[in-house]
């Protein structure tokens, strides 16, 4: 079972308010990864993280900002949130970044709608 | 660029049915392939692999294998179950970084 966890689950707020989504994992892993999940399923990643003071911008552009100070934190925020962030996000974690053996361990995800 | 293809879903299918959700990349070389599930409520967990041509991954049930003469990788389980019913993802390694398929929706009905 994977150590990764991810809270809150769902969230609904205004539009206009700042938020934090948190991601934590115990299994010791720099690496670490935002993708956000539209309604058609589809994983578009949108920040990632080499380890702690890393981060780096995914393949789609994202008005969230994240954060790695320590290694087993990697917290997404969106300081004002809009009716289009409305998504599922999920975070992961890996020993090693991709490589032809690297398993992925995915959180629940978190489901925010902005109204 | 690299991509990975997936069927449309939904895939609705009885109990005990036979299944086949198809995969198709495009890439330059010999990918590592992967399929993910999804379960309701629940984040991805990796299902099963494939390193190189010809190799079978298999779990739970479900097998890969791995072509490269067809760039395919279908998923396959001879005999499906209601716990089955998730979102089936096909993934392949490439440059350093996972690139997705769009998700399969599978439902088994009792």
């Known amino acids: 079972e994977a150590d990764i966890y991810q809270t809150p689950r769902y969230l609904v707020i205004g539009t206009g308010k700042k938020i934090t989504l948190e991601c934590s994992q115990t299994m010791g892993h720099d690496k670490m990864y935002w993708y956000q999940q539209d309604p058609g399923m589809e994983l578009h990643l949108i920040h990632y993280s080499y380890g702690v003071n890393s981060t780096e911008k995914g393949d789609l552009s994202s008005e969230s900002t994240v954060s790695r100070i320590r290694t087993e934190h990697f917290p997404l925020t969106l300081e004002s949130a809009r009716p289009s962030h409305t998504s599922q996000y999920l975070c992961?974690?890996?020993?090693?970044?991709?490589?032809?053996?690297?398993?992925?361990?995915f959180g629940q995800g978190t489901r925010l709608t902005v109204v | 660029g690299n991509s990975v293809t997936q069927m449309e879903g939904p895939v609705t299918l009885s109990e005990e049915a036979f299944l086949t959700i198809n995969c198709t990349y495009t890439a330059t070389g010999y990918p590592s392939l992967f399929w993910y599930v999804q379960y309701p409520g629940e984040g991805l967990q990796l299902l099963l692999k494939?390193?190189?041509a010809d190799d079978k991954g298999s779990n739970k049930g479900f097998e890969a294998t791995y072509r490269k003469e067809t760039t395919s990788f279908h998923l396959e389980k001879g005999s499906v179950q209601v716990s089955d019913s998730a979102v089936y993802f096909c993934?392949?390694?490439?440059?350093?970084?996972?690139?997705w398929g769009a998700g399969t929706k599978l439902i088994i009905k009792p």
């Open positions: 494939a390193t190189k």
């Open positions: 993934a392949q390694y490439s440059n350093y970084q996972l690139i």
């Open positions: 992961a974690s890996s020993e090693y970044l991709w490589t032809e053996n690297t398993e992925a361990f």
